[in-house]
């Protein structure tokens, strides 16, 4: 049998290349998959006239972090955050997979687990609204709108367009091949 050199050399730089494209074609879905979720965090924010919109990623069990944030001024950052361990657990996964959506006014008139108030006051957090973020393979994320100057009123255009915006998201072929 014989060997033809370049055989080898063409099918290792056919390997190369198509190595290289897949690298290309998941490079492109991330930067459309980013541009669509600061696109909508950004509007929102502008729309609910708030301080912060963040999108929380499970990567996990119920673990994630904010891997998007629009705020009113950068020293409201918590990009990168991840939440307590024990406040998130099975229980509130199962009603966020039911499409639970909850406005918080005031987190001091609030009635919620002491873990969940420290943790919503840790981020300077006084109400928040947050949205599921619903895949076909479950949950994808929550989008959460945060006021921190003050209480604010959700009103039930607010929540509207925050669930909206989720469900966009949520059927966006870049964040669903994530």
């Given at each position: 049998m014989q060997i033809h050199p370049h055989s080898e050399f063409h099918q290792s730089r056919d390997r190369r290349e198509q190595g290289l494209q897949n690298l290309l074609d998941r490079l492109v879905i991330k930067i459309q998959r980013d541009e669509l979720v600061r696109q909508t965090t950004n509007e929102l924010r502008e729309l609910l006239q708030v301080d912060r919109v963040v999108l929380y990623y499970f990567y996990g069990q119920w673990q994630g972090q904010v891997t998007f944030e629009s705020l009113s001024s950068q020293e409201l950052s918590i990009l990168g955050s991840t939440g307590p361990d024990n406040c998130f657990n099975d229980e509130y996964a199962a009603l966020y997979l039911a499409g639970r959506v909850k406005a918080i006014a005031d987190i001091e008139s609030e009635p919620m687990e002491s873990c969940h108030r420290d943790f919503?006051?840790?981020?300077?957090?006084?109400?928040?609204?947050?949205v599921p973020i619903l895949i076909p393979r479950g949950l994808w994320g929550l989008l959460v709108a945060h006021h921190c100057q003050g209480?604010?009123?959700?009103?039930?255009?607010d929540m509207e367009m925050m669930q909206t915006a989720?469900?966009?998201?949520?059927i966006d072929h870049n964040i669903l091949e994530s």
């Open positions: 919503l006051r840790s981020m300077e957090v006084r109400a928040n609204l947050v209480p604010h009123y959700w009103s039930p255009l989720a469900q966009t998201l949520a």
